[in-house]
C-alpha cells in the first residue's frame, strides 16, 4: 500500500495538474489574447486553433506523459513486467494490449474534449463580439 501513496504524485503532476496549467495558459496566449487584440478576425482559426491546443495540451500530453510516467514507477519498482525501454516495438505491443479495452472511452474523451473547445471558443467569440458591441455603442453616443 505505500508504493501506491509513492507513486501517486508522480504518475498525477503529468497527467492532471500539467495540462491544465499548459491548456489554460497555451489558450489564453494563443486564443483569447489574439481574438481580443484584433491579430485573428477569423472565429473558425480561432476555434480550429482551440481544438488544437486542447487535444495537445488537454489529450496527448496527458497520455504520454501518464504512460512514460507509470512506465518508470513499473520499472524502478518491479511491480508490472516491461521490456527494456529501448526497445520500443515491445513496449508497444505492451501499451496496445493494456489499452484495447479503454478504446472506445478513449476516443469519446477525445470527441467530448474536442466538443469542450469548440463550445468555450463559441462562447469567447460571442463575449468578445458583446464587448466590441458596446465599446462601440458607447463610443457613438460620446460623439453624438
Do not use: W
Amino acid at each position: 500500500m505505500l508504493l501506491r501513496n509513492y507513486g501517486r504524485l508522480a504518475s498525477l503532476a503529468p497527467s492532471v495538474f500539467f495540462p491544465g496549467v499548459i491548456t489554460t495558459v497555451s489558450q489564453q496566449s494563443f486564443v483569447t489574447n489574439k481574438v481580443l487584440s484584433g491579430e485573428m478576425m477569423c472565429p473558425i482559426c480561432a476555434e480550429v486553433r482551440s481544438v488544437s491546443i486542447q487535444l495537445l495540451s488537454g489529450v496527448t500530453q496527458p497520455f504520454v506523459l501518464a504512460v512514460l510516467a507509470s512506465s518508470a514507477l513499473a520499472k524502478t519498482a518491479l511491480t508490472y513486467p516491461l521490456p527494456p525501454l529501448n526497445d520500443f516495438r515491445a513496449l508497444f505491443q505492451v501499451y496496445a494490449k493494456l489499452l484495447q479495452p479503454m478504446r472506445s472511452t478513449a476516443l469519446f474523451l477525445v470527441g467530448a474534449s474536442a466538443l469542450n473547445a469548440f463550445i468555450v471558443a463559441y462562447n469567447q467569440g460571442k463575449a468578445v463580439e458583446k464587448v466590441h458591441n458596446r465599446i462601440l455603442e458607447q463610443h457613438n453616443f460620446v460623439f453624438k
